[in-house]
């Protein structure tokens, strides 16, 4: 299927007219910029002077009235700066709906910007089920018994007592769970595999396509029983690089509903369908002057034990990125750089793209991610100007989410590193 017809399908399937995706013009990317900036003039002053205040309490010796005193003060900028956020994302919200509207129709819009989670909140509309959303089981990583939840992927007596996979239990697979209602992916473009054996399994993961172009594969961090999926997909979708932005504290956060660690060479070898070796592994470091940004690029080669085939990919971890934020838009220039270089190594005959990138939900990172990749090739073909600055980040954002989520780019501050890196190329 070529990329022309691929696109198209996708929007028949959806909307019925192969049309109904309209173009995000040079007025719609001056809107957004005018929205980031409103947003950085309320919020860039408090956040520095936060900031300042903090290093003040720094330099007081815990315990005194200076260093009491000097918290006090830190702790209320703080508050007038996470209320002043609060204020900017929801008003992100509305102005993002009418966004959405002008590329796929009110009602369109309506469904996709009102995600599984938001529906459940008590000003939502009302939706006749969860259309256009896909169905499938959810996770409360709150609930008591998620320990028991998480692994009902496979059935848990299909793990061992070390929660990984039993390479002895015959159970068929269900569905990948998704880990939250936030993460629930619109179901025309959910990614299904089917392992030997096994009907087809639907992922919590979407193909990305922006303006009819397949991107690749945007999925919340899979879960250790969930390898063989995660296989299968690079196999199915000749996927060359696995990006994996989970950080320490989401592999904390995640212990009732663990999260595969590409650097457990146990965890990635303890495979039913596949033989994967490790092949190399270089560690390298993003100084941006007052932080360090490391990554570790790994390749692996993986044959199938039903039918021999082979494929070698490169997977890269990288744990500084702070959930719901953006790392700085010349530190995510570096990064996105050696992702793009690392795609040149492995050319496809599909119309699939090569990338899989995961976050905890696959969403926010994971679409800052995918966004700024579209705005790095985009203006190597047509330099952006400060007329058009914001017209590839919201064409990447909107496209994105009529692939995946209303949520995909969840943060005004992760649109605002965006632009930024847009204006690094005028």
Known sequence: MGLQRAAESIVVYLWGIADAVKPVTTAMGQTLTKQVKDFQGDCFPLKTEFEKLNNKTAEQKPGTSEYRAAQRKAEAEGSKLRAAMVRSNKDFFPYMKEEMSNVVGAEKAEAIMWTPYLRQQDDAPEFPGQEPYSTGDVIDSDSSTSHYSYSSYGGFDSLNSNG???????????????????????????????????????????????????????????????????????????????????????????????????SDRYSVQNSKHFEVVPLTSEEKVINDGENEYPYTTRTFKIKSKSDGKEKTFSQISFTQWPDGQSVPHPVLKKFLTHVAHEQTKYPTDNDKGNLMINCRAGLGRTGVSFVGLHIMEQAKLQQPTAETLGQLTLEGMIHGRISRSGDFVQYIQQVSELIELEKSYI
């Open 164 to 262: 990984s996979l039993d390479l002895t239990a015959e159970k068929p697979l269900k569905d990948v769970n998704h880990r939250t209602f936030g993460t629930v992916p619109l179901a025309h473009s959910q990614v299904e595999v089917t392992l030997p054996d096994q009907k087809p399994i639907k992922m919590s993961a979407s193909h990305i396509q922006i303006k009819g172009v397949h991107k690749g594969i945007a999925m919340q961090a899979p879960r250790p029983e969930e390898l063989d999926c995660v296989l299968q997909a690079i196999i199915e979708n000749q996927t060359g690089i696995v990006v994996d932005l989970v950080s320490d504290t989401d592999r904390w956060k995640s212990q009732d509903d663990p999260i595969l660690n590409w």
